[in-house]
C-alpha cells in the first residue's frame, strides 16, 4: 500500500512537470500544442540511451533530456511562427504522429516496437536514488523547482510578454515585443522543461516504449492544464493531481468490476472535463467569468 | 522638408483590387498634430499600419528623423519611439489594468529586462503616472475586460502614454466616447502636446479636430486629397461633401 502510494505521488511529480510546461505553451504563450506527448518522450528516450551506455546520472541526464528537446523544439517553432490557431493544432498534430512513427521505427534510438529496458536506477551526484523514497524526494524536489522558476519568469517581464502575445499578438508588437523570438523561446521552454519530466520518466519506469508518448499522451497534459486552469501556477498541479488520482481512487471503489474500471474512467473523465469547461471555463484554479 | 520627424512619400498598397492607399505623401511635424481624416474605407488605418510596419507597402518610403524605416518590423518601429493604438484596441484582455500599461514599458523580448532594479523603478512609476493620467490607478488590479467602454479607450491610451515615445499614432482614439470623458481625453491629448509628443490622430469628430488638430491630411478612397490648416480643409465644400456624403450611406 505504501509502495503503491510512493509510486503514485512520484507519477504526480512527474506529469506534474510535465503539465506545468504545457501550462507554459498554452495558458500563457497560447501555443496549443499537440506534440507535448512527443517531446516528453524525446526526453525519456534521451536519458534512457544516456543511462544505458553512459552513465545514470541525474543531472547530465536532465542536460540531455533538456538539450534534445529544445533543439528538436524548433521544429515546433517553425509551424508556431508561420502559421496561427487551427492550422498551428493540425501542424503540431502532424510532429506529434510523425514522431511515434520514429519512436517505433527506428530501433537503434529508441528500441523500436520492444522500447528500451533494463534503465539502471539513476544516481545523483555519486549517490543513488533508486529507492522508491528518494526518487520520490527528488522527483518532488524537481517539481518544485520547475514550478519556482515558471513563477518567477512569469512574473517577470518574460511571462507579461507571453501573455500579451497570447491576448493581442498585434498589439504586443507594437509594444516593441518581437514575437518570433518570443514564440521561439516559449517553445523551448516548454519542450525543455518536459523533456527533463521525461527524463524522470525513465528512470521511474526504467522502461521507455513509443507506446506511451502517443496523442493521448498528448491530449491527457493538455486535459491536465485545461482541467486545472491554464495560465495559473496552481492549475496544471491541480489537475494532474485530479487526473492521475481519480483512476486510483475508482480502483479502490468496491462496486465497480475490475474490468469496468476503464469504462468508468472515461465516462467520468468525459463528463467532468464537459461539466467544468461548462461552468468553470478558467479550470479548477482559474479565475472566475468576470463581472461582463 | 527636413524638420519633418516622420516622412510618407509615395506610399501605394493594394489589398486584391482595392488601391486602400495610393501614393501618398505626408509629414508630421515635431510637435505638430496632425489629423487624418476621411470616410470609412479611406484607408486611413492601412496609413499606420504601412507607417509601423504591419504591412509592407507595394511602393513608397518611410522617414523617421531622416532615418529609412520602410518595411521596418513592428517591433523595432517601437523601439525607435513610435507608439500606436488601435482602433479595435487590441487590450490583453486577461491581463490585469496594470500589466497591460507595463507591458508598454518593457519593449526586451528576452528572459529580463535591461538596468536592473533601478530601470524597473523607473518604469513603474512611467506605469503610475499613465494609470494616473487616464483616471485609471482605482482599477489597477481589474482584468482588460472587466473594463467598461470608457475605460478601455483610455487603458489603450494609457499603453501609449505609458511607453514614452516621441511620436503617437492614435486610430479613432475618442470614438463612442461619452461628452465628460471625451472632454477629459482632450485634455490628455494637449498634456502630451505640452510635453513634446508629436501627434497624428485619425478622427471622425470634426469638433475634437477642430479642437486638436494644427493641420488635417484628408483621406478619400486612398488618396489624400488636400493637406492644410483646419479651417481651409473644412470649409472646403467638396471635401465636406466627400466627408459627409459617404459618411451618410
Ligand atoms: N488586410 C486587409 N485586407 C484586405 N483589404 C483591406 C485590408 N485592410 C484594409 N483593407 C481595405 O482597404 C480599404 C481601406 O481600409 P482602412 O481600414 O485603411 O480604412 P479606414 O480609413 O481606416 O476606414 P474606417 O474609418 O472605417 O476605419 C478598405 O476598402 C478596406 O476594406
Ligand atoms: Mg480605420
Known sequence: MIAYIVNLATLVAIFGIAAASMNLLIGYAGIFSLAHGAFFGIGAFAAAQLALNLTPDLLLAFLAAASLSIALSLCLALPALRVRGEYFIAASLGLQMFAVTVFHEAPSLTGGHGGLAGIPQATLLGIEVGTPWRFLAVAAVTLVLSLLLIQILMRGSFGRALMAMRDAESAAMAFGKNIPLLKTLAVAAGCGLVGIAGALYAFHISFVIGDSFTL???????????????????????????????????????????????????????????????????????QSVGRR | MSEALLSVRGLSKSFGGVAAVQNVDMDLIGGVVTALVGPNGAGKTTLFNLVTGNIAPDTGEVHLEGRPITSTKPHDVARLGVARSFQDLRLFGKMTVHENVMVATEPATWLWQPGGPEAKRERLARVDEALERTGLAGLARARAVDLSYAETKFLSMARVIATGARIWLLDEPSSGLDPNSRKRFVRLIRDAIAAGVTICLIEHNLDIVTELADRIAFLDQGKKLAEGEPQAILRDPTLIAIYFGERRE
Do not use: K
Request: avoid cysteine.
Open chain 1, 216 to 286: 493521448e499522451q498528448s491530449v491527457l497534459l493538455q486535459a491536465m492544464v485545461i482541467i486545472g486552469g491554464a495560465g495559473t501556477l496552481a492549475g496544471p498541479l491541480v489537475g494532474t493531481l485530479l487526473i492521475l488520482l481519480l483512476p486510483a481512487a475508482l480502483t479502490f471503489m468496491p462496486m465497480i468490476p475490475p474490468t469496468e474500471i476503464g469504462t468508468v474512467q472515461q465516462f467520468l473523465y468525459g463528463a467532468a472535463m464537459t461539466l467544468l469547461m461548462i461552468f468553470r471555463p478558467g479550470g479548477i484554479a482559474g
